[in-house]
């Protein structure tokens, strides 16, 4: 989220900083401007007040014509400015240098023109640093009401466009600056308002993945992200009782039920010695006693699975599984299955006694459902991060629809209904190996069967 919510900051600030940014640019160029061509106009009105007491004819020289000659000569010298008066009729009354002279189209003509008027000329147009562009300003001479010639200067803009660029150099420095203050006030910002949220998320994420007992830490950030950490918390608070008083109730009736049961199958066992031997009816009503017994007792050993903490620790996962094949062997030869294990050494994070009872129901389910004369094989093996035991069956398998509910609670497939089991193996193995960090998924084998893969870490818990 702080990838796509910084760059939107940065825009934005970027945009207001442009935004104020272009307009003090242009300002500062138009004042330069302007400070050169007032200048001008001052420089202009002086020459033009010289050139109103020359009153000979063109082509004649008198003292004051000189000095206006003079005066036009040292302006050129010292800045470098093009400047002359010239008659109505384009003759020149004095000019500086000698090769400045009136052309026939251009802005020194418009100039002229538009003085001719009895008017200064307009301002020139903006001339920009990448310009080369020159700035031209024209003033009559009046006597006696009538324009009798033209002031006209035509500047070099260098030194102003240095100066322009000198100003926007300073304005670009500055919106930089600022720019970088933004950066820094937009990553701490981000990171105020996003820290609850990443608080949130790792919290969520450990709930989802079984510790019912993780909560937001206190943080800062927004009123509202802060209100919201407190209500999760409730919340969380409220899911937690409701799934403990769940797995209590579950203890608490398994266990209460048994003592009845058991009772109820003591006096059915009493019963069968007052009826004659091999009544189908007694036989019937003890099996179903003993499959409700059975049920009770993995409901029980659930309730504990999901509530117990496990005790993780180095695990040598390949002797486990060996002692395990050993143990299941017996009941596989009576069944007239071979069951073959593959077991190198190695060790992974794992509670030995509840991965045992894992690979008990894991075993046991193949074995039971794998026909005579045929294999279960037990395979361990490492691919760096987790270790994993797969035990893979011949046995009917399942067709897509029901590998998507094996391992649900008191689910068994249509076609096993006559096999001896209650359909909680699974959910407690499932909830055995979830409490130490492992899992357990479920695939086709073929030709036909079943396999079953338990995978728990090789890294320890966190700290």
Same mark, same amino acid.
């Given at each position: 989220?702080?990838t ?20 003090l ?10 400070k050169v061509?007032v ?16 009153t000979?004819?063109?082509?004649e ?36 240098p ?26 020139p ?43 926007? @150099?300073?304005?670009?420095?500055? &919106?930089? *600056?600022?720019?970088? #203050?933004? +950066?820094?006030?937009?990553?701490? /910002? %981000? ?48 899911v ?46 003890q ?12 409901? @029980?050993?659930?309730?504990?699975? &999901?509530? *117990?903490?496990?005790? #993780?620790? +180095?695990t040598?996962?390949g002797? /486990? %599984? ?16 071979r ?6 050494p ?6 030995p ?14 074995v ?12 361990v ?10 035990v893979?069956?011949?046995g ?12 649900d ?19 407690i ?35």
């Open positions: 989220m702080r796509r919510l910084l760059p939107l900051l940065i825009i934005l600030m970027a945009a207001v900083l442009l935004a104020l940014g272009i307009p640019a242009v300002s500062v160029a138009a004042a330069q401007q302007q061509v200048d001008r106009i001052d420089d202009t009105a002086r020459f033009a007040a010289l050139a109103q007491y020359v000979d004819p063109p082509g020289s008198n003292e004051r014509k000189d000095t206006l000659g003079i005066e036009l000569a040292s302006y050129y010298d010292v800045y470098d400015i093009r400047a002359g008066v010239f008659y109505r009729n384009d003759t020149p009354m004095a000019k500086a000698s090769t400045f002279f009136l052309p026939k189209e251009g802005e020194v003509r418009e100039a002229f023109d538009e003085a001719l008027l009895s008017r200064r000329s307009h301002d147009k903006q001339v920009w640093p990448w310009q080369r562009n020159r700035l031209v300003v024209a003033s009559p001479v009046i006597r006696d009401g009538d324009v009798v010639a033209v002031v006209v200067t035509d500047s070099p803009t260098g030194q102003m466009r240095s100066r322009i660029l000198h100003g926007w @150099l300073v304005i670009g420095t500055g &919106e930089i *600056a600022a720019m970088l #203050l933004a +950066v820094g006030a937009a990553l701490r /910002l %981000t990171g105020w308002v996003l820290r609850p949220v990443r608080v949130l998320d790792a919290t969520t994420h450990a709930i989802a993945s079984g510790a019912l007992k993780s909560r937001v830490a206190a943080a800062g950030g927004p009123p509202e992200l802060r209100r919201l950490a407190r209500s999760f918390n409730e919340m969380a608070d409220n937690e009782d409701v799934l403990e008083q769940q797995r209590a109730f579950v203890a608490d009736a398994s266990h209460q039920l048994r003592n009845p049961l058991a009772a109820l199958l003591l006096r059915i066992e009493l019963l069968a010695f007052e009826l004659p031997e091999g009544n189908q009816e007694i036989a019937s009503v099996a179903e006693g003993k499959r409700l017994a059975h049920v009770l007792d993995d409901l @029980l050993d659930l309730a504990l699975a &999901e509530h *117990a903490e496990a005790d #993780l620790r +180095v040598d996962i002797a /486990l %599984t060996a002692e395990r094949v050993a143990a299941w062997t017996p009941t596989a030869e009576a069944k007239g299955v069951l073959a294990g593959s077991c190198p190695t060790t992974a994070w794992a509670d006694v509840t991965l045992s009872s894992a690979l008990d129901a894991v075993i046991d389910n193949a039971k459902f794998t026909p005579k004369d045929e294999t279960v094989e037990v395979t093996a490492s691919d760096g991060a987790t270790s994993t035991i797969v893979t069956d011949n009917p398998g399942l067709t897509d629809e029901e590998l998507a509910r094996v391992g609670r008191f689910w068994r497939s249509g076609r096993h209904q006559n096999i001896k089991g209650s359909g909680l193996g699974l959910s193995s499932r909830a055995l190996l979830a409490a130490g960090g492992g899992s357990i998924t479920f695939d086709h084998h073929e030709p036909h069967g079943l396999t079953v893969t338990v995978r728990v870490p090789r890294s320890g818990p966190p700290a």
